[in-house]
């Protein structure tokens, strides 16, 4: 049985150089071409203190002026970094704070444009990629695909599209077959057990079991989240090694904080950093210091990074308004701007400003001070460790065995 070899290092706050790899690997990041449902809001503005309150009751006016629930689900964000801002994000992470040379996955949601966008800019650092979404069951699980070969990506990513519209499970073996056929190919399950608002835990775990049974032959490796809280994260080391399958790193960036979980390797190209995965086995990943932030904070400040303005930006974007779009009574979909003959609907503005103001001192502070008290209670991610899970009887893989 191959021996998995996977290793975390914690990086301390301030430049750090690896003077051991070449490269460092930046996967999963989304940009403007990412489509993000703003569905979740129900199930966690309980979370946020002060919005709560404020939330509760502007909902409530809500629903006695229109006579109905504002469904969030008719809504959806994108990300506020075009995909050559996303790109040299992360790059200059890499080479300034580690010291190494650049390697970036762009992953937007069932999308290649702006990863096809960078390559064609001249980006030669960069990969094309996409996060798949795979509808499985009651569930829908994210597949980072990386690396199609240029000259089939179009074509690769039109059959994983049209499966996502149209799933049929016994088409699913031959779409997955095709992609693990081509060895550069990367295929990562991203974040496996995040909070799915529509099933129930249970569910998800059932659904995540009988994925892997039938189809974990042609996983190559599961994701550990830079933007998944640290408990969530050990269930993925579990699994892994029930599974004898690697780990790689994930950022899941959506603002303007840069990935905080990244791959290092000394490979000589994204093919061959490829090959240290799926053939050897071999992950090594940079935790960097943001990740010891608490979660709760991590996941408002992508919320502030979508509802600032950025005045400077000529693309009709610079409005956090025209980056936030709704389905509108007539069944069109347009940025909130379009949507209300004089402005903002007052309940919508009234609950953007309080969660704006939550960036501001005193709010801050109170902020992290509450969510660290949380993490503390959660679990919170050591400043330095060299993990190898212990194994979990929960998952089976029908041709790998468990660890």
């Known amino acids: 049985m191959k021996r998995w070899q996977r290793s975390l290092h914690f990086l301390p706050t301030g430049n750090t150089t690896f003077r051991n790899f070449r490269r460092g690997i930046s996967l999963h990041g989304h940009t403007e071409l990412s489509r993000e449902s703003l569905g979740f809001i129900n199930h966690h503005l309980d979370t946020v203190p002060v919005v709560a309150h404020i939330a509760r009751h502007a909902l409530a006016r809500y629903r006695r002026e229109h006579g109905e629930e504002l469904d969030f689900n008719r809504a959806y964000w994108t990300a506020p970094l075009s995909p050559s801002e996303a790109h040299k994000l992360e790059r200059q992470q890499i080479e300034n704070v580690l010291g190494l040379e650049a390697i970036v996955s762009l992953t937007d949601h069932d999308n290649i444009n702006g990863a096809m966008e960078c390559q064609g800019n001249g980006d030669r650092e960069s990969v094309v990629s996409l996060e798949w979404t795979l509808p499985y069951g009651p569930a829908s699980f994210h597949l980072g695909v990386h690396n ?12 994983m599209l049209a499966y996502t519209a149209s799933p049929d499970e016994s088409k699913l073996p031959e779409l997955l077959a095709a992609l693990d056929r081509i060895p550069a190919v990367l295929v990562v399950l991203n974040h496996p057990f995040w909070k799915m608002a529509a099933i129930g835990h249970h569910t998800l775990r059932e659904m995540l079991r009988s994925f892997m049974r039938s189809h974990g032959r042609y996983i190559h490796a599961l994701e550990v989240s830079g933007l998944r809280p640290w408990p969530e994260n050990q269930l993925v080391f579990k699994m892994a090694a029930a599974l004898s399958i690697p780990i790689v790193s994930g950022g899941d960036r959506h603002g303007w904080e840069a ?82 003959k004089n402005g903002l609907a007052r309940e919508l503005r009234l609950l953007i400003g309080a969660m704006r103001q939550l960036e501001r001192q005193p709010w801050y502070s109170l902020l992290h001070a509450a969510w660290r008290l949380q993490a503390g209670k959660d679990g919170l991610p050591p400043r330095a460790e060299s993990r190898k899970p212990a194994a979990s009887p929960a998952f089976s893989n029908g041709e790998r065995s468990v660890a």
């Open 148 to 159: 199609l070969p240029p000259a089939r990506a179009c074509e690769l990513s039109a059959r």
């Open 259 to 340: 990935n905080t979980m990244l791959n290092l390797t000394s490979a000589g190209s994204f093919s061959e950093f490829v090959a240290e995965i799926r053939q050897d086995g071999r992950s090594e990943i940079a935790v960097m210091p943001n990740y010891q932030q608490p979660f709760g904070l991590r996941m408002m400040q992508v919320v502030w990074d979508v509802l600032r303005d950025y005045p400077g930006r000529t693309d009709g974007r610079a409005y956090w308004a025209e980056r936030v779009f709704f389905e509108c009574d007539d069944g069109v979909v347009r940025p909130l701007t379009q949507c209300f």
